[in-house]
């Protein structure tokens, strides 16, 4: 944590379960991560929620008016609802009052919000969803970026997805030499259609790109790569489908150790194990996706997600702004000279 108290605002309206799991994952990080939460929607509602709580009175709420529902068109939603809940957290942030939003809403909207509020990071075209999963190694997250921002990607979107997830795994994930590849349907670079031959051939000529080759659908969670880059088409797909083999491998878990007297007696023999293997493949344990490109830490969580998933959103948000995610993502594309992300130090 840095000298600074980080301030991150909550959009307390937005999912399946607000505002009450909202509000119960934000109070665990005010008090274990150690920063100023700012409650974003209904007072009332809010307030209703929160009395039962011992931390209740630390919590700062701000007033807003309404949500963007699921059903609704984002851009249109968001002009005719100016004080929606995620509106005014986005406000926050940019008036300097909050570092970073978390929301489980309508992640269309929240997407809408960030580039109407926010804007986009000079040098980026395209903000992504970076998204974090385990790996077959421990310990070593593998980053996938854009799982959902933008369906149809030109070349040098992706390209610049490649740079954006270079800065993250190194100063955020804490991986020195990140190895970034290229998702595709073969190892070979002739391999692919013609964005994927289009998006290798820069991937490989930019020099601030630690860029080693296409990567197949199953090195995606080998530990092999450390940034795995896509359009958000195929990166929505690849992150619902992994998390359902995660949940399918946790059900399967649950349901066959216990079988039998030795299962019974080796399950609670088990159960430190177990709590880790939980730890590893749970998506509610990673919190949602950043989204990298706009000026502002903006994290969008599971319209499902409860207040673990919450907690960890917030821990997101943290990271981002203890490792100045987007200053280092802006010192990319300064005038004058390119700098290596890797390095962090001017080519040569």
Known sequence: MGSTQARIAIDAMGGDHAPAEIIAGALRAQEELGVKVLLVGDPAEIRA???HHANASLLEIVAAEGTIEMG??????????????????????????????????????????????????????????GAVLPTMIAGKPVIILDVGANVDCRPKFLEQFALMGTVYSQYVLGINSPKVGLLNIGEEPSKGNELALRTH?????????????????????????????????????LLKFAEAVGEVALQILREELPQGVRGKIGTSVLKPNLRRIKQRMDHAEHGGGLLLGVDGVCIISHGSSQAPTIFNAVRLAREAIDNHVLDRIQSCYQKGGKQSAVSGQPDG
Do not use: T, W, Y
Not at 202 to 231: K, M, T
């Open 72 to 129: 609704e068109e984002p851009l249109s939603a968001l002009r005719r609802k100016p004080n929606a809940s995620i509106n005014v957290a986005m406000d926050l942030v940019k008036q300097k009052r909050a570092d970073a939003v978390v929301s489980a809403g309508h992640s269309g909207a929240v997407m809408a919000a960030a580039l109407l509020r926010l804007g986009r990071l000079r040098g980026i075209d395209r903000p992504a969803i």
């Open 49 to 51: 929620a929160v009395k």
């Open 201 to 237: 051939q820069l991937l490989q000529e930019n020099p601030q790109i630690p860029f080693v080759g296409n990567a197949e659908g199953r090195d995606v969670l080998s530990g092999n790569f450390d940034v795995i880059v896509c359009d958000g088409f195929v990166g929505n797909v």
